[in-house]
């Protein structure tokens, strides 16, 4: 090959502000549109240290680092999960949501995600496992090779209680007895975040002290602080808890209500979303909405789901509560050291006061600098991308 075609198909790869890398050899665990961050490592652990070194043209007359408030530096949230095992989630959201993308603001598509909220045994038939595909198994339920599949692809997989039911036995047992039915057979999943059944008492106090990090509920929180405080708006970023400070995370419902008709809901959720996108107060502000649902129809999911897209501006991050939550620990856990030195600016991540239970420890890096940026390298991760122009670095570890 000669020098001038080489120079022809690597200039786009130069001239482009934006990069993507696989830090590992396997580059299947750079992120894309379809694959989802993945739970079970195939490679080998990470050191407890990534650096991102930064070059400058010149040398800047400040650089500094912070933190974003939100993965890809978004600026709204959106959870939508649906609890009691539905089928549905697997063969009507999932699809809908793989469909659906904002980007990582350096240029590369990430699909919507959801969560599922499941319960483990069927009271009212023998006990059987619900998501069990034997004798006894309700067709309008998912099965675990489905859950898995979810997991896979980003999904998260939450725990609802064994039984759904108030007691007998206990919350703390419910709660103990799902999580290691998951975790037998979701390849050793490990479930934070915890959907209250019902309105039962009890429930967002055990499963605190089982050590699950993110509650929610559309009514009960014990006597943990519930927030948002009003569920059909959204709620500013500055105003949650810092981590780890408990509190209960409120939540919309979505369910159709007695009377309404279809396109009644869908007006209902698009305002949801307009109320979600429309500019903050301050107007720096970041808002999160959480909204649940026993069942959707699909035409009204699409409806809402299209109309959000449209409205979304790549402004919006529709994520699991799970990742969300990870996002703001991970935030405060990490220690951040940073050093310029010339042209040269090293930030030191060290990531060994993360929680161990983390499943998404990833962030997303705002440079300020007046400073022209000709390089971005990452070390200590699993993947990374970068943005010269808007100056920023998502660093991937999972
Ligand atoms: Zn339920």
Redesign the pocket.
Known sequence: MNNFLLTLLLLPLFSSACSQHAESADTSDAPTADMGPKLVRSAPPLPRQARITVTFAAAPATATVRIAPLLYNKTRVLHFEE??SPLAVFTEAYPLFRGLHFTDGCGHPRPYTGAV?INGHNPSYNGIEWLNDGLGHDSGKLLWAQAQTLLDHGWDVEN?SDL?TADNPAPARQLADLDALISKRLNGYKPSVFVV??NFAGYPTAAFEAGYLAVTSASQGDQFLMLNPYNDQRIPLSSLPVPPDKFVYRRYNADLAAGETSAALITRLNRLSDDLMAPGDPVTEQYLQRVFT?GIDRNVLAAWMNHTQTIAHDQLWVTTLREFDEYRRTSHEVKKTETLRGNTLTIDLDYTGVHPLTRFPNLTLLLDSPGSITNITVTGADSSSSNRTTKMVNIFRH
């Open positions: 609890d009691d909220a609802h759904h059944p019902t026993h």
